[in-house]
């Protein structure tokens, strides 16, 4: 049991189907070996393999920018949001500030525009 290895983000339409929502960063409870991890999904345990992940050592101190593509029905003003690393709200914003405040947890993270989420 090793209940520090990192957090996660899910990749894929699988990840999406087992409730992980895209852009967010989740905390890696379990590594049980041989690529499975179990995630702190909104304190729900959910067992997925890495393949469907992106793991990362360090808690994520930046907003993950998720960009739709136009079949997944978003107008031009939703096509990009960004999701908070603290505590999951999302953000519709425009222009391309360095950083942003949430509106929620009212913590200011840096915005990493090369992010692909
Ligand atoms: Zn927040």
Not at 13 to 30: C, D, H, N, P
Not at 60 to 68: E, G
Request: net charge positive; proline share 5%.
């Amino acid at each position: 049991m090793n209940g520090a290895i990192g957090w996660a983000r899910g990749s894929g339409e699988f990840a999406e189907e087992r409730g992980l929502r895209r852009g967010e960063w989740y905390k890696v409870l379990e590594d049980q070996g041989a690529g499975w991890l179990v995630l702190d999904v909104n304190d729900v345990h959910v067992r997925i393999t890495r393949d469907y992940l992106v793991v990362r050592r360090s808690q994520p101190k930046t907003w993950s920018v998720v960009r739709l593509t136009p079949a997944q029905g978003a107008d031009e003003t939703h096509r990009m949001y960004l999701v908070c690393p603290g505590c999951h709200t999302r953000q519709h914003l425009t222009g391309r500030p360095k950083e942003s405040e949430c509106p929620k947890c009212r913590k200011t993270y840096p915005v990493d525009w090369s992010d692909r989420a």
